[in-house]
């Protein structure tokens, strides 16, 4: 694993939010490698409103055991997310409507990341003053180019 490799990140992403649930797949070029034992996955991600080559948002992956993972990803609105299994955290999500305060729940982390690559399956759930606003989850694939 070399930040000189090159990497094809796969992210399958799900959220149901009143029984309904959607679910979105993008491929993106990345960056993956291991900094003081964390194994880290970096990506551009572009939504489908992207009128330029520079309107993106940084992602970055960090899991630090196979029960603790961090995401960050920094656009416009800055959004920082702490997943520990069986764990409450508050996160902190900036939006077009301001800044909210969410408590996250991490029910299941799957990590099958290695130095070639892998996968990593991660559930939870967010809630907003004592109500569940949304059930998450989402599968991502580290492949060598």
């Given at each position: 694993m070399?930040m000189?490799?090159k990497?094809i990140?796969?992210l399958?992403?799900?959220?149901?939010?009143?029984?309904?649930?959607?679910?979105?797949?993008?491929?993106?070029p990345?960056?993956?490698?291991?900094?003081?034992?964390v194994?880290i996955?970096?990506?551009?991600?572009?939504s489908?409103e992207?009128r330029t080559?520079?309107?993106?948002s940084?992602?970055t992956?960090?899991?630090?055991?196979?029960?603790?993972?961090?995401?960050?990803?920094?656009?416009?609105?800055?959004t920082r997310?702490?997943?520990?299994k069986?764990?409450h955290h508050?996160?902190?999500?900036?939006?077009?409507?301001g800044?909210?305060?969410?408590?996250v729940?991490?029910?299941k982390?799957?990590?099958?990341?290695?130095?070639?690559?892998?996968?990593?399956?991660?559930?939870?759930?967010l809630d907003?003053?004592?109500q569940?606003?949304?059930?998450?989850g989402?599968?991502l694939r580290?492949?060598?180019?």
């Open positions: 070399s000189d490799k990497y990140i796969t399958t992403a799900s959220q149901e939010v009143d029984g309904q649930r959607d679910e979105l797949t993008f491929t993106a990345g960056q993956y490698y291991t900094e003081n034992g194994l996955v970096k990506y551009k991600e572009y489908e992207s080559e520079d309107d993106y940084l992602n992956l960090k899991v630090y055991s196979d029960t603790r993972v961090s995401i960050l990803r920094e656009s416009e609105h800055t997310l702490f997943l520990e069986d764990k508050h996160c902190h999500y900036n939006t077009p409507m800044d909210l305060m969410f408590n729940l991490c029910t982390i799957h990590n099958n990341l290695d130095e070639n690559g892998g996968t990593l399956e991660v559930s939870y759930a907003l003053n004592g569940t606003m949304s059930r998450n989402f599968l580290v492949k060598e180019n």
